[in-house]
């Protein structure tokens, strides 16, 4: 997968410490720091045990927090009809689109952003910055304001920048929901490919829950497949809906070559918004957490388990320094069993059905440490509901 940042100058690209090439390229979409992951395989941010493999060759901001002009206020509430043209996302949207541009011991790179409040906050991928010695921060309008990173996670490839100077009139992008997404659903990315500003494409969600691995070597789960162009430069760019809603931040992409084929990813924004809240709130990401690892519920799984019918995931193991374990939760007898008897199986969070841990961790990584949730089980046949209160993951959790 490659990342879609882009060089300042002609010179090699080089390839960050831990990143690794493969014989299909995952690529971050930026224009400097240009690196190739190799396969990637999804163990998800609750340590799960489902698996996407794409192989690839050569804050709690609410929506309302964040925008404030009535375009941008009426496009919280879900369109009765088709949503906005192309014309329209781009016309209101696009002025709150940054090119950010980094100084760095190699040389430099650029990528994209987005505003995201009043107060001068703006959201990117942690692979844009990374190195940055110095960042400039620059609208469509030409306006330029000096750029301080705030707070970085790798893990999700997430990062807050505060501009010192944002333009009049420009106002921020309403952040969407990107859980209620479909296969089929028009997108529109707009960003800063090979640093030709303000460029947007278009096309649809070709796929949902992705599984991405992040800069550090963390799984990113339910990352949003898209076949809008996106390249080099992108990275750090919004995805819109066809309500002029950000639903994720473009990321990766997967090439032969470096250039695109039609196959982008998105960092999902119902990860992303409880990571920038707490970059914005407390200085550091915090992560909701449960502690377990889990396994899909297959047809053929859940015929050997005499759960026939049944959907959902396995508890393979829990974390005793978790909120599972907490509230009682049972985990099977063995975890690396080929069938993992005696495990609860979660069949629903906060009411809603999950059938595998990709559901699971969209329902956690959406939500800010020290909220609660409830967790529907079967346990010995029989439903029991429980409710957790969200803790911050450890920091040895998911170390590459």
């Given at each position: 997968?490659?990342?879609?940042?882009?060089?300042?100058?002609?010179?090699?690209?080089?390839?960050?410490?831990?990143?690794?090439?493969?014989?299909?390229?995952?690529?971050?979409?930026?224009?400097?720091?240009?690196?190739?992951?190799?396969?990637?395989?999804?163990?998800?941010?609750?340590?799960?045990?489902?698996?996407?493999?794409?192989?690839?060759?050569?804050?709690?901001?609410?929506?309302?927090?964040?925008?404030?002009?009535?375009?941008?206020?009426?496009?919280?509430?879900?369109?009765?009809?088709?949503?906005?043209?192309?014309?329209?996302?781009?016309?209101?949207?696009?002025?709150?689109?940054?090119?950010?541009?980094?100084?760095?011991?190699?040389?430099?790179?650029?990528?994209?952003?987005?505003?995201?409040?009043?107060?001068g906050h703006v959201v990117?991928?942690?692979?844009?910055?990374?190195?940055?010695?110095?960042?400039?921060?620059?609208?469509?309008?030409?306006?330029?304001?000096?750029?301080?990173?705030?707070?970085?996670?790798?893990?999700?490839?997430?990062?807050?920048?505060?501009?010192?100077?944002?333009?009049?009139?420009?106002?921020?992008?309403?952040?969407?929901?990107?859980?209620?997404?479909?296969?089929?659903?028009?997108?529109?990315?707009?960003?800063?490919?090979?640093?030709?500003?303000?460029?947007?494409?278009?096309?649809?969600?070709?796929?949902?829950?992705?599984?991405?691995?992040?800069?550090?070597?963390?799984?990113?789960?339910?990352?949003?497949?898209?076949?809008?162009?996106?390249?080099?430069?992108?990275?750090?760019?919004?995805?819109?809906?066809?309500?002029?809603?950000?639903?994720?931040?473009?990321?990766?992409?997967?090439?032969?070559?470096?250039?695109?084929?039609?196959?982008?990813?998105?960092?999902?924004?119902?990860?992303?918004?409880?990571?920038?809240?707490?970059?914005?709130?407390?200085?550091?990401?915090?992560?909701?957490?449960?502690?377990?690892?889990?396994?899909?519920?297959?047809?053929?799984?859940?015929?050997?388990?005499?759960?026939?019918?049944?959907?959902?995931?396995?508890?393979?193991?829990?974390?005793?320094?978790?909120?599972?374990?907490?509230?009682?939760?049972?985990?099977?007898?063995?975890?690396?069993?080929?069938?993992?008897?005696?495990g609860d199986l979660i069949?629903?969070?906060?009411?809603?059905?999950?059938?595998?841990?990709?559901?699971?961790?969209?329902?956690?990584?959406?939500?800010?440490?020290?909220?609660?949730?409830?967790?529907?089980?079967?346990?010995?046949?029989?439903?029991?509901?429980?409710?957790?209160?969200?803790?911050?993951?450890?920091?040895?959790?998911?170390?590459?």
């Open positions: 997968m490659q990342d879609l940042q882009e060089p300042t100058t002609p010179e090699e690209p080089t390839t960050p410490s831990g990143w690794r090439k493969a014989g299909t390229l995952a690529l971050p979409a930026v224009i400097g720091a240009v690196a190739a992951i190799g396969v990637l395989a999804g163990t998800g941010q609750l340590g799960g045990g489902d698996t996407t493999i794409i192989r690839e060759s050569a804050s709690g901001l609410s929506t309302s927090v964040s925008s404030t002009s009535s375009d941008a206020a009426a496009a919280e509430t879900p369109a009765t009809t088709r949503g906005l043209s192309v014309e329209q996302v781009v016309k209101r949207e696009s002025p709150a689109v940054v090119l950010i541009s980094n100084e760095t011991a190699q040389g430099g790179s650029l990528g994209s952003g987005f505003l995201i409040d009043d107060q990117t991928n942690a692979h844009v910055v990374d190195g940055a010695t110095k960042t400039t921060v620059t609208f469509q309008d030409g306006t330029e304001g000096k750029g301080t990173i705030l707070g970085v996670d790798k893990s999700t490839d997430v990062a807050v920048i505060k501009v010192s100077k944002v333009p009049a009139g420009v106002h921020p992008v309403p952040l969407g929901n990107s859980g209620d997404l479909t296969v089929g659903q028009d997108v529109v990315a707009i960003g800063n490919p090979y640093g030709y500003s303000g460029t947007a494409t278009t096309g649809i969600v070709s796929a949902l829950k992705r599984a991405i691995q992040s800069p550090s070597g963390f799984t990113i789960q339910n990352a949003i497949q898209t076949d809008a162009a996106i390249n080099q430069g992108n990275s750090g760019g919004p995805l819109f809906d066809n309500d002029g809603r950000v639903i994720g931040i473009n990321s990766q992409i997967a090439s032969e070559n470096g250039g695109n084929v039609g196959i982008g990813f998105a960092v999902p924004i119902d990860t992303v918004r409880p990571i920038v809240d707490s970059i914005i709130s407390g200085g550091k990401a915090q992560h909701a957490w449960i502690g377990i690892q889990g396994r899909e519920l297959t047809p053929a799984l859940a015929q050997k388990l005499g759960l026939d019918g049944k959907r959902g995931v396995v508890i393979a193991s829990l974390d005793n320094r978790g909120p599972a374990s907490d509230a009682g939760l049972k985990a099977a007898d063995k975890a690396d069993a080929a069938v993992p008897t005696g069949v629903a969070v906060n009411g809603k059905p999950v059938t595998d841990m990709a559901d699971v961790a969209e329902a956690v990584a959406s939500r800010k440490v020290g909220d609660q949730i409830t967790v529907t089980v079967l346990r010995d046949g029989k439903s029991q509901t429980v409710t957790m209160t969200l803790k911050d993951r450890p920091a040895d959790i998911g170390v590459k």
